[in-house]
């Protein structure tokens, strides 16, 4: 073989492969280029999903037990104490106590302290188990702490939307795909079917389906079987985009370039297809989790979400119906305050991500 | 604004307006709408939570309707809310003969009907006629049928009505005071078996033909009810007056507890009845709305959790489901009953106006309530040591089982949309849980949670209340083992227990008896038995309130109804 022999076939020639930057910098730069409201709105998710994950440790009560001398009562001063106490707790409270049961009125006894102890019996906070309580965000109408529900509300909350639009999106994704690659009669059939499924009076629909889960149902399983409901009206809509889109992509210069290479369906799919549909996924489904939230809330306002004792964002609200309660004891507002913050930090990650994600919006 | 007593002549009027309209400038400047100045148009205005379903009073099941037929419509014998005691109405006296067999009405003369006829004994056996009638569905023939026999009633002349029963039955001067209706209205429609779509809300209200202190003038559906002073009422109690001295009534229909609030607290209605938690708030603001809020006494009702222990529910292919064991267990049913904490309910749920019930018969009912009977203690180590007695220990994890093993859990329901409900089943449930036992809460629509109760008996456990009767047979459905509404276990052929058949006779007995006083014990005894076998568990009972207008004058409620409405009026001013 002569060293000198001149090349005559012609390569491809590959291009360079792209310089890694580790996940560190990418988030990084991410982080740089995301603007204000998305920076808060990520922390905002970032505290939720730890207030979900650890509710354990950070709710300092049960969120069923019940205080039944202190019902409605106000959310708790927290005092630093003077450095020479600091071997008995950094933190005290006054313990409250009623002084009007018809008017649920309260007095701070200022000649008791509750010593609220960090990093005690596996909670980040906590008092003693005999002492009285220290409620951060007040009490509800049974005198449990409200900050517990909050903490143990926000796993239902958060992870109904995760959970959600997992199965809407990769029902989706899949039927859509499907229905666009392959086209013909399967597509008609699906696309048929979407169609009656989207016609139907959601919220109805989900009314009558919560009505026959059956009553010795625990909690949890009630949950899974909302999200199940919810996530099965969900995806028709969402699988008619991805079919189009999958459809559209078909066509485009680069596929049939890929195509005319030689390049295998499956390579197509994976390395064209899906990847300009993922764009348009991931951001749908940030969108869409506020709906869950939303959907969830609405349903346990109604009596027909997640039942006492268990609690959730969206019945922990329903106790703020009442205008009595409302005027008087203005903090069962607060569930309401995360619900919003929740869904407004989706929102904004949402559109970042379409900014960042979509094709057409590619610098 | 000032207005003379000879009304305001246009210059007047003028002058009023042009200071007015200066005066709107002004801060502080107070300006009557004309159509929230109740007190010049002698119309009371009040709300209500639902539309009526029908005008026929004699096909009403609910209260709604109910109101609306109380008004146009009267009886022979009206209950005096503070005696208690029955009084005469269109019937102006009546005698007792042949041992109480025989009752003999005398009506009232010259009574008109609202469409100027007048009122005949005639009128009175054609509604029992009706009410007897096998084809018209209604709730009095049940409280008006003697040991399964109707009353034969008939009418020697037009102002006497003659009425038969087989036997003395004390309760019917409480049964009798049913809404009379016009038969020169009514016969053919009976006749003609339409008479279950007459006098519907579609009919127009000119149509119908009453006896009552009101007309009604207008229905607006899912927004008012209008009543107008019927000039030929015939009651009356200074001979040159007329009554009911207000000229109209005004029923606002609110579905929204809070939005009748707030209407109340802006003045467009006059009355209103408070929920414990708002009962502080009127009062404190009482002087400024110009308001009186006054306590009126022990709810009438009861408010209990039953078990199911109907057979029929657990008995499943020849399999028993041991649920039926432990609610028909009296060391669990007591176990039960002091794990009911009714102090905290009463704080929790009821801002502290209520009180803990004992017996089924509230103490409003002065002649039949038991006052004797001791209350089970809220006492959860108590209850454990029962259950533990019985041979309900608990497993290692904590959860208690039955003496054969199975875990003890069950589900517990009420009707959604209650707050008050909700919180107890919420404490119930928290104490049950510390016993080991669980419980599924779920809530259930009422229509559903009726049919499951009366038709399905597919539940566990529930909490409901019933009203009161002052005539503790009227709650015969309930009592008696072979009722419809006999919750823990209806419709029995013969009793299911020795206790059961004990209550049946003790009802036949109180019935038969004519002396007030002589019959109370038998009731007595009923209430001892039920406290003392636990069909009901007792939880507690609100202390009702009422909230007015100070204006208006001779208003008074009590907990078995208004006293003399037709005296009602705002003062002059």
Not at chain 1, 175 to 198: F, H, K, P, Q, T
Not at chain 1, 275 to 292: D, E, H, K, N, R
Not at chain 2, 44 to 56: A, G, I, M, Q, V
Not at chain 2, 490 to 511: F, R
Request: charged residues 20%.
């Amino acid at each position: 073989m002569s060293a000198a022999a001149p090349r005559t076939d012609i390569r491809l020639e590959a291009p360079p492969p792209e310089r890694q930057a580790s996940l560190g910098a990418k988030l990084r730069r991410e982080w740089r280029l995301a603007s204000w409201p998305v920076r808060l709105s990520t922390l905002c998710l970032a505290v939720f999903y730890i207030l979900a994950l650890g509710s354990p440790v950070i709710a300092p009560y049960n969120p069923t037990r019940q205080y039944r001398s202190l019902p409605d009562c106000p959310p708790m001063a927290l005092h630093l104490a003077a450095p020479s106490e600091w071997r008995r707790g950094f933190f005290y409270a006054y313990p409250m106590r009623m002084t009007d049961a018809v008017r649920r009125t309260y007095a701070e006894e200022r000649g008791v302290r509750t010593w609220v102890h960090l990093f005690s019996r596996g909670h980040i906070f906590t008092t003693a188990p005999g002492a009285p309580p220290y409620f951060l965000l007040g009490s509800d109408a049974l005198g449990r702490d409200l900050f517990s529900r909050i903490v143990y509300g926000s796993r239902v909350s958060m992870f109904i939307g995760i959970l959600g639009v997992a199965i809407t999106f990769s029902l989706g994704i899949t039927i859509g795909a499907l229905s666009g690659y392959v086209g013909g009669l399967l597509d008609n059939l699906i696309m048929r079917w979407s169609e009656i499924e989207m016609s139907l009076p959601s919220f109805y629909f989900l009314l009558a389906l919560a009505a026959i889960i059956p009553s010795g149902m625990s909690t949890v399983k009630t949950f899974f079987m909302i999200v199940a409901i919810m996530s099965f009206i969900g995806w028709a809509g969402f699988a008619r985009v991805i079919r189009g889109m999958t459809a559209s992509v078909r066509s485009v210069p680069y596929v049939e370039a890929a195509r005319a290479l030689g390049a295998s369906r499956w390579r197509i799919l994976r390395r064209h297809v899906i990847p300009s549909v993922m764009g348009y996924a991931i951001v749908a489904a940030t969108l869409s989790i506020p709906g869950f939230i939303l959907g969830e809330s609405a349903l346990s306002l109604l009596g027909l979400g997640i039942q006492e004792p268990a609690a959730s964002w969206g019945n922990l609200l329903a106790q703020a119906e009442d205008v009595h309660a409302l005027a008087h004891y203005p903090w069962i507002l607060l569930p309401g305050v995360f619900i919003f913050l929740a869904v407004m930090s989706f929102n904004f990650l949402g559109d970042h991500l379409r900014d960042r994600l979509d094709p057409s919006h590619l610098r | 604004m000032a207005s003379g007593k000879g009304g305001i002549n246009r210059r007047d009027f003028l002058k009023i307006a042009a200071a007015a309209a200066a005066g709107l400038g002004a801060a502080g400047c107070h300006v009557d709408y004309p159509s929230f100045n109740h007190a010049e148009q002698q119309v009371l205005y009040s709300s209500t939570t639902s539309d009526p379903r029908t005008f026929n009073p004699i096909l009403v099941t609910d209260t709604a309707s109910g109101q609306v037929t109380g008004r146009l419509f009267d009886g022979l014998v009206n209950v005096n809310p503070l005696t208690t005691l029955p009084e005469p109405a269109l019937a102006k006296s009546w005698d007792i003969a042949d041992g109480g067999r025989t009752i003999t009405f005398h009506l009232l003369r010259d009574v008109k009907w609202s469409d100027g006829r007048p009122f005949t004994a005639h009128d009175v056996v054609f509604t029992l006629a009706t009410i007897y009638d096998p084809e018209v569905p209604n709730s009095s023939r049940p409280t008006l049928t003697v040991d399964g026999k109707p009353i034969v009633a008939e009418a020697p002349d037009d102002y006497t009505v003659v009425m038969r029963i087989p036997k003395p039955f004390a309760p019917l001067l409480y049964a009798i005071g049913f809404s009379i209706i016009p038969a020169h209205v009514l016969e053919p429609a009976l006749r003609a078996g339409s008479f279950n779509r007459t006098w519907n809300i579609n009919t127009p209200p000119r149509k119908l033909v009453g006896l009552g202190p009101y007309d009604l003038a207008r229905y607006v559906p899912a927004q008012m009810m209008q009543f107008r002073r019927n000039p030929d009422y015939w009651m009356r109690v200074e001979r040159d007056k007329v009554l009911p001295r207000l000229r109209g009534e005004t029923v606002l229909i609110v579905q929204d507890q809070n939005a009748a609030y707030l209407k109340f607290m802006a003045g467009q209605t006059d009355v209103y009845s408070p929920r414990p938690e708002e009962v502080a708030d009127l009062l404190d603001k009482a002087k400024s709305l110009g308001i009186t809020v006054q306590k009126i006494g022990i709810d009438t009702g009861s408010l209990f959790f039953c078990f199911n222990r109907n057979p029929r529910h657990y008995v499943r292919a020849g399999r028993t489901n041991p649920k039926l064991k432990w609610f028909t267990d009296l060391n669990f049913l007591r176990a039960m009953a002091h794990s009911v904490d009714k102090q905290g309910m009463i704080d929790l749920c009821f801002h502290g106006l209520a009180v803990p019930a004992v017996s089924d018969v509230s103490p409003a009912n002065k002649i039949f309530h038991n006052p004797n009977l001791k209350d089970y203690a809220y006492d959860l180590k108590l209850a454990a040591g029962l259950l533990e007695s019985a041979g309900y220990h608990r497993a290692g994890s904590g959860e208690r089982l039955d003496p054969e093993g199975n875990r003890i859990e069950f589900d517990l329901t009420t009707n959604t949309g209650v707050q008050t409900r909700d919180q107890m089943c919420a404490m119930f449930l928290q104490d049950l849980k510390t016993l080991g036992i669980k419980v599924n809460y779920r809530p259930l629509e009422f229509t559903t949670l009726v049919d499951k109760l009366t038709n399905s008996f597919d539940w566990d456990c529930v909490l409901i209340g019933f009203t009161g009767t002052i005539e503790p047979n009227n709650g015969a459905n309930f009592l008696r083992s072979s009722g419809n509404l006999h919750l823990w276990n209806p419709n029995q052929k013969t009793p299911a227990t020795p206790w059961e058949a004990k209550i049946d006779q003790l009802l036949d007995e109180g019935a038969s008896v004519m002396d007030i006083k002589a019959r109370a014990p038998y009731y007595w005894q009923i209430q001892q038995i039920l406290h003392d076998q636990l069909p009901v568990i007792e939880t507690v009972r609100q202390i009702a309130y009422d909230a007015y207008k100070t204006s208006l004058e001779n208003f008074r409620d009590t907990v078995w109804g208004r006293y003399r409405p037709e005296l009602i009026q705002f003062r002059e001013s």
